[in-house]
Each structure stands twice: as structure tokens, then as C-alpha cells.
């Protein structure tokens, strides 16, 4: 089982990742796919007159603020690149059905309707923030659908213990699903090669790595990729693949050793 | 077998209609929930800078002409309102998942591409429609869900044999999942309380009529209610109930008598 998470953002080429998933669905492995809605969201924000609002955490994570309209605004968003995704793999012949972690509670866990966060060097707290943790995976509804020869195509809004439509990261959301599904490879891509030593140099690529080293050199969002192959290798994946989407079979590329990768025995816990 | 559409527009009470399904659906009545997205597409596509366009067709049905943009703005609406439905029935305990007719070509059938209207008492081919018909229903994945506790809630866009979003009536696609899923009774809810001899007046309501009396009677957008109680009980649905969302329990009151009935000998082919 391979989970494939693909970034949202600009300069994401979905088409040949969609082919390269097309290609690996015929050839009978078992996929799941997980996209983000950021910049559509963002995009989207910014045309309805409510830009988007990012805050970063005391520990140096970027989050973005989710009040109830900008909740909206992501579900329309991330409703119309999952429509839109489902759209191009139905058209080449991969049977894809879309996913929110709202639908039969397949992503949930608890709402954090506060965030902390530091402005002018001041802790503060943000209180109606629609965000959430992922605790639980509907792995039976996976299951369903992979075993009757779906594809799943999953995008959050997650679900709330209490039942509401909560934002929760999308590499996280990825994690928690392959986790859940022991997969044996986490593929996450996006529009960088992997982690870099230095971010000028793209040479610099770092071929396998460690948890901690991986923790030190991510910068930015990229932390928050960090933390989600963290949770899955401590989960159980086998293996997590930081690569670019933006080259020919991206994901065969990363699974034939492109990119960064961590392996279990970067945690310290499972030698291999 | 119970297929309850629900319109997405203005005035519409769907926290009754979705705490009725909620109650039929914990009393173990199998349920399948359709609804509309044209009120929150009209208003995303106004806020976007693409206001909604109408045409007439010759026989006087009403569509909304769906260029690119438009689908987008519909795939948007449809895409929150889906998970707004969904995220609502999640937390009444009713285990809900929202399905676009592109998630597995639940709905499939021809693109029409080209809407002949009228203009000026003038015949015009509008070119560059996403619309399409419906013509398969991927009943298995409907039966998947169902057997295994999820209660399907759908919205269009549907897809076409090449693979395309396209826009299609939302009461036609009901009419559709019911003749597949052979229902007893598909009930079409919206903010009217039925068929009504006197648009101005709602004691006029009539509560049992044939296809070719409703389509005498219907005005406006109704005529495509009619179109679809007509396709649906020549698919074999046993009744159609047209009747307002508008009140206590309306799913209950539409089967135990309220609204305007159609039965299958309404048809004049299988007297009953």
C-alpha cells in the first residue's frame, strides 16, 4: 500500500502525477491519494475579500487561521481540486472517488478552536479557529472502497469529535492515513526535489536521512512535512519519500530512490 | 428504497429535511439524499464576476448555461454545500457521505455541449455548455455504501462518457438514482407546497395527479420536477411526491399524504 500526498500549491505539475498514479493503479498496486487546497484556497480567499491569515506557533509552526468564512472558502476550494482531480483520473481510466475526512468520519479527532502564537515577541491566543488533530482514520471505508477497485482521493476539511468540519494539515491527514493502512511507502510530494542542506543549492539534496537531521533542516512550512513523517513512521509506515511532483513518474521516481528518504530505523526504534 | 431530493435554494429549511432523514434513517428506512447547489452557485458566481446565465429552451424548460468558469463556480457551491449537508447529518448521528456524480461516474450519460434557445423569437445554438444528461447510475457503488451503513448524499456535477464535469439537473439525477435503485418513493422537496391549480393560491394545492395533468400545471422551473417524476416512474419508481421542506418532519408528511402525489398508473401504463 502506497499513500501519495500532493501539494496544492502553484507550480504543482497534477497531470504527471495523475498519469504516474494512473500507471501504478493498473499495474494493480494498492494507492491512496491525499491532496491539499492551499493555494486554491488562498487564490479563493483573496477574490471573496477575505485574505488568508497565517500564524506561526511558539514551537516555529506555520498554521493558517481558520475562522468560519475562511473554513467555506476552503471547502469550496479544496470541493472544486478534488472534483477536478477525480475529473482527470476518471478521464484515463482510473476509477477515483473523492473523499472529504468529513464523509463517514474517515478523518478525526479533536478541535483546537484556540491558537497560540507569538506577534511582537508576546504569546497570544486566537480563539475560533475551526482546526483539528487526526486521531482516527476510517481505515473500514478505505478498505471498502480500495477492495471493490476505487481509488480514493482524500482532501481535508477533517471532522470534530463533535461533528464539525474542522482544517487540519494535509501531510498530517496523509500520515494518519497511512498509518492507518500500513502502508508501506508515504510519498509527499511537492514542488521542491526533498530536503536540501542548503535551500540555494539543489544540489545539496539529502538522499536519506534521519527524523532528528530532517527536523533540523527543514525550514518554513516544510516543518510541518517534517512532523507528518515523524507520526508516520512512528505509525508503522515502512518508508517516507519527501520528492518533487514536478518531473516525468514522480511518484515511480521517488519510490526508485529520488528525493529524501526517511526509513523506520531513522526514529531510533526499529533498527533495519 | 427512499430517494428525497432536496433543493439548494434560498428559503429552504434544510435542518428539518436533514433531522426528518436523520429519523427515517435511525428507523432503518434506506435512504438516499440528493440535493441542489443552483442558490450558493448563483451567489459564489455573482461574488466571482460571472453572474448566472439563463436560457429557455423551445419547449420552455429553463437551464443555466454552464461555460468553464461556471462549472467551477458550481463545482465550488456544490462542493461546500456537500459538506455542510454531510457535516450537519455527522453530527445528528446519521452516517453521511457526500458523492459528486464524478466519484466513481456515479452519474454518467452524453455532454451537450450546444443549448438551443430562443432569442427574440429567433432560434440560437449557444456553444461551449458543460451539461450534460444522465443516462447510467453506478448503482454498486450506491449498494456499497448502503449495505455497509453509509447513507449517500449526492450532488451534481455528473460526468460524460469522455470524462468531463458537466452540469446536470438536479431533480433529473434524482429521478435517475431512484428508477436505478428502483424506489418506492422519490420525494422532491423544495420551498412550494406541491402542484398548485393557482400559483397564487396554496389551497389550490392538488394532492394526486397524472404526468400530463403536472404538465399542464407547472410553471417555470417545475416543468423540470415534472420531467423528472416522469422519467423516474417510467423507470419504475412506485411514487413521486412533490411537497415543501418547509415544515415539521417534511419527508414523514410527503409519504404520509401531503403534497401532490404521482403514481406509477399516472403514467396510463400500469393501472393501480
Do not use: C
Not at 508576546?122 to 479557529?129: A, E, S, T
Not at 534521519?210 to 507520526?231: D, Y
Amino acid at each position: 500500500m502506497i499513500v501519495i500526498k500532493v501539494g496544492g500549491g502553484a507550480n504543482i505539475d497534477i497531470d504527471a502525477v495523475l498519469s504516474d498514479v494512473h500507471q501504478l493503479w493498473k499495474s494493480g498496486t494498492p494507492l491512496v491519494l491525499v491532496h491539499g487546497a492551499s493555494h486554491e484556497t488562498n487564490q479563493l480567499s483573496e477574490k471573496l475579500g477575505i485574505p488568508p491569515r497565517f500564524v506561526t506557533s511558539e514551537s516555529g509552526h506555520v498554521s493558517r487561521f481558520t475562522d468560519s468564512a475562511t473554513l467555506d472558502a476552503f471547502a469550496m476550494a479544496s470541493g472544486k481540486l478534488n472534483l477536478r482531480v477525480v475529473e482527470k483520473l476518471q478521464r484515463i481510466g482510473t476509477n477515483a472517488v473523492g473523499l472529504t475526512g468529513v464523509d463517514g468520519r474517515l478523518l478525526e479527532g479533536a478541535r483546537k478552536d484556540a491558537i497560540r502564537t507569538m506577534v511582537d515577541g508576546k504569546r497570544i491566543m486566537l480563539r475560533g479557529d475551526h482546526t483539528g488533530t487526526i486521531e482516527k482514520v476510517n481505515v473500514d471505508l478505505l478498505r471498502l472502497l480500495l477492495d471493490h477497485g476505487y481509488l480514493p482521493v482524500i482532501t481535508v476539511p477533517s471532522i470534530s469529535y463533535a461533528g464539525e468540519a474542522v482544517n487540519a494539515d494535509a501531510d498530517r491527514a496523509a500520515a494518519a492515513i497511512a498509518s492507518a493502512l500500513a502502508a508501506s511507502h508515504l510519498v509527499i510530494l511537492s514542488n521542491v526535489p526533498g530536503l536540501l542542506r542548503d535551500v540555494n543549492d539543489q544540489a545539496s539534496l539529502v538522499a536519506r536521512t534521519t527524523v532528528a537531521e530532517a527536523e533540523t533542516l527543514a525550514k518554513g512550512r516544510f516543518k510541518k512535512k517534517v512532523l507528518g513523517a515523524k507520526e508516520a513512521l512512528a505509525g508503522g509506515v515502512g518508508e517516507v519519500v519527501f520528492a518533487t511532483a514536478n518531473q516525468t513518474s514522480p511518484v515511480q521516481a521517488a519510490l526508485a530512490g529520488g528525493g529524501t528518504h526517511l526509513g523506520r530505523s531513522s526514529l531510533g526504534k526499529d533498527p533495519a
